[in-house]
């Protein structure tokens, strides 16, 4: 179907079905009960799924890919959110122009970037790309503070000129009228859940680009870019110049960020500097890794993982600790609340931090290859494990490269 | 004259800090080729030791004094540190107030631990994977220390003084003869750069003079060889990770008065030895240092007002625009070797 073999079909219906059912399968509990803490059904958490999901594939097409790892691709993701902010304030509310604006104008950004980073690559690619980001990072909080107003962050005023705003208009963003926080809620016994029409628009874009990612994979192109993480002396010894391949893959990568950016401040029309610092980078550096580098829906599955969590682990702060540990006596209650705090509430980076590095140690695949271990020790993935992850296998088990001392 | 020699005097705090940083990140990737990501935390714990070691001075206990009575009509409280009980008022106050110089003693033990648990702990087990994969789980440990302090120290910066005879300024103009006040510098920074320039020597010397640093110097050249030679080379690259450590942790335990440590500090420095270390030449530790200064001092040119006005903003992107043009113009950086990180 749409060119795809059998088994990327169903992953692309299987991606769908769980974006489309999303407001019931994050919502597993009813909303007075105990548990409805670990629900993530709000409208705005679960376009941000959506959203890092797409910034999360668009990155893992540049590093799964070609192997060149960015620690600058938060500065696509502010780029697009500045631009995307400018159409609000000059034209109207409507988000197509703006997000039309935000991917054009993140990937001729990421033109410039990449055609100076790629010229080299190894940790020298990363430290670059690195050097660039912090440079806009920079820039946005000083120097260009009148497009980007600073540390404020732009947002849309009543004075902006907006020209393409009739009579009529809504002030809110919307598309062509219908407007993105529009929210229709289902109470069905117990449960409530939030149907919301940004959150919608949000998984059509995954869609898309979930689909465009697939065709690349299987594209002759990708494989080249594959060609170029195995080994890319051979391929230029062959007489390929793999600079363009690696300029386009960047290219792309860099519009899924802008895209990415341009949807967030769809959903809110506000964008800050610290969109694009590098720890922003960091973060779609673990998505993509939690979930599995290489693999198509590693990045999406990570992506979901990181902001699920990161909205659980924060909210549980110490009083909701004293409440679970009550029935300990009260001085281990005291002990194990304070052991526990260490890990949620603000310090959920901790918890973070020691996830990846357990991620990186012991399963450098991810959640995929975290996911086919298991189903290969059950027994059931043998045959299947045989006849797909063959592929695939090559990429969760990267060949050392020798070591430099040696 | 004197606005250019004072714009070298103020990069120089700041370059000696990225100097030393550099130093030691080339020093663990010249000996066990890996790039180390969490090195600014280790810069970063040690600020900390010296913050936690001028706590451990001054924690006291309270007696009430019944003479006197505060606003309230309670007794006074009085706060007597135990050391001044201990020693007297004299040297106990003096101990206090000379903490930071004092936790130098105390931390190098410290970070010579954590450098050397954190190579035979974590990085050992790395040698064989690829780069990406050394830059990802070091930049997870970096979070993970980071957020340790975070959670022990809390997130605001906690200020750490000098020792009161350094805390002016000496008015280093008049002494070069210039006009009086022309070129102002505190004491302090004035020390620190003493103090980094005392220890890239020792380190040079170290490398130079002593058997051991011979023996490492020819594990960077040929690693293979020397072990060959029956010479326990990864032993002697375990210490030199922790002497690597150590000098990042110095730096931060003497950076401590000049910049309130706090738990991002690490971070906020480490992206810059970075840019530092390619600029200097990967693998080159006499590139590192100098591209450390050169770096610092550049900074602080970009930062005059004359500058300014001509390119607005030159002084936040500078450096990174500095390390663009060299990557772009001499790869391997200012004295970078061949053959280092060139896959």
């Not at chain 1, 941000?48 to 500065?75: E, K, P, Q």
Request: hydrophobic residues 50%.
């Amino acid at each position: 179907m749409l060119g795809l073999d059998k088994r990327d079909t169903l992953l692309l219906i299987i991606v769908s079905v769980l974006a489309i059912l999303g407001p019931f399968i994050l919502n597993p509990f009813p909303s007075n009960s105990a548990l409805a803490q670990f629900n993530a059904g709000y409208p705005d958490l679960m376009q941000r799924f959506v959203i890092f999901g797409i910034l999360a594939i668009g990155f893992n097409i540049l590093f799964g890919l070609t192997g060149y790892l960015s620690f600058g691709h938060a500065a696509f993701l502010g780029v697009g959110s500045y631009s995307a902010v400018w159409m609000f304030k000059l034209l109207s509310m409507n988000i197509l122009p703006a997000i039309i604006l935000a991917v054009v104008v993140a990937a001729v950004f990421s033109v410039v970037i990449g055609y100076i980073s790629l010229r080299r690559s190894g940790i020298y690619f990363s430290i670059l790309t690195l050097a660039f980001a912090q440079m806009s990072y920079n820039l946005a909080y000083s120097v260009l503070t009148p497009i980007t107003n600073g540390e404020t962050g732009l947002q849309v005023y009543t004075d902006d000129p907006q020209y393409l705003m009739g009579p009529n208009s809504s002030t809110v963003t919307n598309l062509f009228g219908l407007e993105m926080r529009t929210t229709h809620s289902l109470d069905l016994g117990g449960w409530e859940f939030h149907f919301n029409v940004g959150y919608y628009f949000c998984v059509v874009m995954l869609l898309l680009t979930f689909y465009l990612s697939v065709r690349i994979f299987r594209s002759p192109f990708g494989l080249m870019l594959k060609a170029i993480k195995t080994n890319q002396t051979r391929l230029n010894y062959t007489g390929i110049n793999t600079r363009p391949y690696a300029l386009t893959a960047f290219v792309i990568s860099g519009a899924y960020a802008g895209l990415a950016g341009g949807l967030l401040a769809a959903m809110d029309p506000l964008a800050g500097p610290e969109r694009m610092q590098w720890t922003a980078s960091g973060e779609v550096v673990i998505m993509t890794i939690l979930g599995g580098a290489g693999t198509l829906i590693g990045p999406v599955l990570g992506a979901g993982a990181i902001k699920y969590l990161e909205n659980i682990f924060s909210k549980i702060n110490e009083n909701v600790l004293q409440d679970w540990f009550s029935f300990l006596p009260h001085d281990v209650q005291e002990v194990v609340v304070w052991i526990f705090a260490r890990f949620t509430g603000e310090g959920w980076h901790l918890t973070l931090g020691l996830m990846f590095m357990l991620v990186i140690i012991f399963l450098p695949g991810g959640l995929v290859e975290g996911s086919q271990r298991i189903m290969r020790l059950v027994g059931i993935g043998k045959a299947k494990g045989k006849s797909s992850g063959q592929g695939e296998d090559d990429e969760h088990h990267p060949k050392a490269t020798p070591h430099v001392a040696e | 004259m004197d606005s250019i020699l004072l714009q070298i005097l103020n990069g120089l705090d700041k370059g000696s800090a990225y100097a030393l940083i550099a130093l030691g990140l080339t020093l663990i990737f010249g000996t066990l080729g890996v790039v180390n990501f969490a090195h600014g935390a280790i810069f970063m714990i040690g600020a900390f030791t010296a913050v936690t070691f001028s706590k451990l001075l001054s924690l006291s206990f309270i007696t009430l004094d019944p003479e006197k009575k505060n606003f309230l009509g309670q007794p006074l409280e009085i706060k007597t540190a135990y050391v001044v009980d201990w020693f007297g008022p004299t040297v106990g106050n003096g101990l206090i107030d000379w903490a930071v110089p004092l936790s130098i003693l105390f931390s190098i033990p410290i970070m010579l631990f954590v450098g050397y648990a954190m190579e035979r702990g974590l990085i050992k087990h790395f040698y064989h994977r690829p780069h990406a994969d050394q830059i990802l789980v070091t930049f997870g440990l970096a979070i993970v220390l980071q957020e340790i302090i975070k959670s022990f120290f809390g997130a605001n910066p906690i200020p750490t003084p000098a020792p009161e005879m350094f805390r002016g300024s000496i008015d280093l103009g008049v002494l070069v003869g210039f006009a009086e006040n022309a070129i102002i510098y505190p004491y302090w920074r004035l020390i620190y750069f003493l103090f980094s320039a005392l220890v890239i020597g020792g380190v040079f010397a170290f490398l130079q003079f002593t058997t051991f640093g011979m023996v490492v110097r020819a594990g960077m050249a040929d690693r293979e060889t020397v072990g060959l030679l029956g010479i326990n080379i990864d032993r002697r690259f375990t210490i030199m990770f922790g002497i690597a450590a150590a000098v990042a942790g110095l730096a931060g335990v003497m950076y401590a008065p000049i910049n309130s440590p706090n738990y991002h500090m690490g971070m906020d420095f480490l992206v810059l030895s970075f840019v530092v270390v390619v600029v200097g030449g990967m693998g080159s530790l006499a590139g590192a240092v100098a591209a450390g200064f050169l770096l610092g001092i550049l900074e602080s040119f970009a930062s005059m007002n004359e500058i300014k006005s001509i390119l607005p903003g030159i002084d936040q992107i500078i450096i990174y625009l500095i390390a663009i043009i060299i990557l772009l113009t001499r790869p391997r950086g200012l004295m970078g070797r061949k053959g280092v990180m060139e896959e």
